[in-house]
């Protein structure tokens, strides 16, 4: 049996809460009958202290490890999560959920609106990250889990890291965030911004209504994903691996994709309006500008963070991310030191960009497994 | 950024002599944690680290220390006033670009510096620029001019001249020599900056007026 078959074992579910069990959300409204998809990976210890909450970022999902049901491909943290790796199935129970508003299971504008019969697509309520971590941490209560040992995220799950340890603080003993900020940007909003306009402008997004006709905004999102897919790399990534390549011998002097980098962007659209809903890229977007960590308290990210003191802080960047530059993280880190936590900062070599976070990155693993190993060493410690 | 090679690793033992137990302490260049992880075993501090590179931080990490990756000339801001009753920096404000703004740094963050340097006068040193006109390499300064990482070499009367115009307090100064314990000394006195090695200096801020 190899390593991928073990960890697919685990399976995916979907946790139910019950109608008394609404999620209430940021904006005033609630979510009844609130389902979240998850899968988790190795086994819970008697003392129910070795969990591990992984939280996805905007496009990702619950398929941390194993094999994605869509796409066939190996899960999205493979390089981290598995045997002999930093976050292990023989050591820790990992668990991996949907975020709320995505669509790959958990509820969200795709799901069945009770009240009309029909999917939600605009009627679905504004969620933030808030409302995500609350309902992670609802699903983490149902699997019977006080305390999780740590919560890790690269980009908007470093975010939803941050907001576990502001909301939660009792319930985490270490947090992991990576690639991410405490804020977004108004360069982050705005390229959000493009990316919706791009999935509204298409006749078939039909105000949010178009899974009533059995349409999708196919070309919209794809050009969402197109703008995005940008960003998550750096100029040095994307010249090194395409340059002025051109597709065929000399250029067409028309408009089809004479360069390769062209080509491999409409590759990545169109892959991605497969595996991915346009109203659900519309509400998570949403919800990662409305992030604003530095505004939820009278003293700025400090105060917010004054209640997690207790918690064991690892931030990672990456030199070359130009999506949530390391001065984002050393903010996170200098509120972090000003509220008197145990924070440790290390901002990686790489010139691959954001999605450094999700490549081979030696440095990341090795940091984050020494910090995860002594950690588990402090935590057993009485 | 730590430099002056396995010479002066005395200044280990006196650091971990002279800190209180159960302080708080900030570790400036903290390499791959050996002085952090001592200090905890020895007098239960609570350490905190800021090292330049990233194999000093995987190093610390897995030591189970909290590390900062950064740099003495530009992160200290990262602590607010008073955060740590002691702030190390072990051979490295010599290798620093800003040296008065560092040391400055250091009390402000902290209630004491323990700041150790090679001495520029040591009588080697001296020596070897009078005879051989040429730069000093010693057991405290290994490296050829050309690859050194001490770009502000001084000498003891120099630093506490720097001490004096910060109105720094000198509370304590040991002499430091390879292979010897460090041994208490007058910080001021003329014999010593040519007998020193390099020096170990525990620094707070002048009580006002």
Known sequence: MNELDTLEAAGGEVMRFAADQALELESGS?????????????????????????????????????????????????RLVGPGLPLDPARHFIICANVVGGCMGSTGPSSINPATGEAFGL???????????????????????????AVVGGSMGGMQVLQWAVDYPERLFAAVCIAAAARHSAQNIAFHEVGRQAIMADPDWRGGDYAAVGVRPEKGLAVARMAAHITYLSEAALQRKFGRELRHDGLSFGFDADFQVESYLRHQGATFVDRFDANSYLYITRAMDYFDLTDAHPEGLAGAFRRAKAVRF????????????????????RALNAAGARAS?????????????????????????????????????? | MRAGGGAVREDFQEIARLVAPDSRVLDVGCGEGTLLELLAREKGVEGRGIEISPEGVSACLARGLAVMQGDADRDLDYFPAGSFDYVILSQTLQAVLRPRHVLGEL??????????????????????????????????LPDPWWATPNIHLCTMGDFTALCD?????????????????????????????????????????RPAP
């Open chain 1, 30 to 78: 609630r979510i009844e009958g609130l389902e979240v998809a998850y899968r988790t990976f190795g086994r819970l210890n008697d003392e129910r202290s070795n969990a591990i909450l992984v939280c996805h970022a905007l496009t990702l999902d619950q398929h941390v490890a194993g094999r994605h049901p869509l796409t066939g491909k190996p899960g999205w943290w493979s």
């Open chain 1, 123 to 149: 009627a679905f309520p504004m969620i933030t990250i808030a409302d995500m971590v609350r309902a992670q941490a609802m699903l983490v209560s149902a699997l019977g889990i006080e305390r999780l040992f």
């Open chain 1, 314 to 333: 690892c931030v990672f960047s990456f030199t070359s991310d130009w999506l949530y530059p390391t001065a984002e993280s050393r903010a996170i880190v």
């Open chain 2, 165 to 205: 115009d910060l109105d720094l307090a000198i509370e304590a100064c040991a002499a430091l020599t390879a292979g010897r314990p460090a041994r208490p000394t007058n910080p001021k006195g003329r014999l010593e900056n040519w007998r020193a090695e390099a020096a170990l200096f525990v620094l707070s801020r």
């Open chain 1, 345 to 382: 900062f290390v901002e990686i070599d790489s010139d691959r960009g954001h999605d450094a976070f999700l490549l081979d990155e030696p440095v990341l693993r090795d940091a984050l497994g020494g910090f995860l190993g002594s950690a588990a060493l402090a935590w057993s410690r009485p």
């Open chain 2, 107 to 140: 009390l402000r963050i902290g209630d004491k510096a323990i700041v150790s340097l090679p001495n520029f006068g040591h009588w080697r040193v001296r020596l070897d620029l009078v005879t051989k006109g040429r730069m000093p390499v010693t057991g405290a």
